[in-house]
């Protein structure tokens, strides 16, 4: 009798292996998989979920999940879709969907979504909140406005829609009641960094330089990784005139992540500033490599092309 080829034989164990495995293992492994932050593995599991289960909702939903947070949005919105096809009152797939159209900025989309959500659950402060997001982002703040009341009316502790009611108001320089909103957030959750630093831009453009630098350091003393924060810092220290410690907190921006434009642009600047022009055009053009044909970045590289050599 003839050997069979090892290759064969492991495939074949393989194959019996898998034949065996239920589509509820499948989503079990792929579920464990995501929450260890293993997407491509998850997707392999729900992908073999989804063979043996293609009318099952939940394995759909779930691939999707593994595809939002892997960053593959269209795939995400697709495997969204289809579990909508499959049950059209899977507010959960309705959600995340709302998520990954506003993530692509597809805001008409996302609130469509939201609207939709909200037929089916009403008093969920999250669908309202979520769709003010989207209204935000769109730029229509009065929709936002509302949909960020309606959702405290649900839930009077919900903080981060105190915090962005918040940011509604410092669009329409209402700060007095933006910082009414921040104080509320801060009360609820004094480890937020967002709700610090939003009242720190409030302050800072009512001028009051050091009560913005307090609450933009205890932005970053809450979380060291908000970024956004030490470049807050860095515009009040250059107010106030003191470019060196400005750079040391760009630089510490920079450091949490090596692709923020905005730390970036201040750093060009302020070396361009005192003339520091060499550094000032390595950072400008960094800021060109993450966002052409910037505006700023092209006009200050043009000045600086300009000098005298």
């Known amino acids: 009798m003839k050997r069979l080829n090892l290759a064969i034989i492991i495939g074949l164990f393989l194959v019996s292996i898998s ?22 593995e998850a997707i392999g ?4 979920a989804i063979n043996l289960s293609p009318n099952s909702p939940s394995p759909w939903f779930n691939r999707g999940q593994a595809n939002f947070f892997a960053g593959n949005l269209e795939a995400a919105i697709a495997d969204y879709t289809q579990t909508l096809k499959l049950n059209p009152k899977y507010l959960d797939a309705i959600f995340q969907r709302g998520l990954a ?6 805001q008409d989309l996302a609130i469509a979504d939201y609207s939709s959500g909200l037929v089916l659950a009403p008093n969920d402060a999250q669908f309202y909140y979520n769709r003010g997001i989207a209204y935000y982002d769109k730029g229509d703040l009065d929709s936002a406005f509302v949909d960020y009341n309606q959702a405290l009316k649900i839930n009077p502790n919900y903080m981060k829609a105190y915090v962005n009611r918040g940011s509604v108001y410092y669009k329409k320089k209402q700060y007095d009641l933006a910082i009414a909103d921040l104080n509320t957030a801060i009360s609820l959750d004094a480890k937020n960094p967002e709700a610090w630093g939003n009242r720190g831009m409030c302050y800072s453009a009512l001028g009051q330089n050091d009560l913005a630098l307090a609450d933009f350091t205890q932005a970053t003393t809450v979380d060291p990784k908000y970024a956004k924060g030490y470049l807050d810092r860095a515009i009040i220290y250059n107010r106030m005139k003191q470019n060196d410690l400005a750079l040391v907190v760009l630089n510490q921006a920079i450091q949490i992540n090596p692709d923020f434009v905005g730390a970036y642009i201040f750093r060009g600047a302020i070396y361009f500033d005192t003339k520091k022009f060499d550094l000032s055009k390595a950072d400008l053009e960094k800021v060109l490599q993450l966002s052409p044909n910037h505006k700023f970045a092209t006009d200050l590289l043009a000045k600086i092309a300009a000098l005298p050599k």
Do not use: P, V
């Open 45 to 48: 599991n729900f992908n073999q």
């Open 19 to 40: 034949f065996g495995q239920t589509a509820q293992e499948f989503l079990d492994r792929g579920i464990q998989n995501y929450k260890n932050k293993q997407y491509q």
């Open 101 to 106: 159209y506003n993530r692509q900025k597809k």
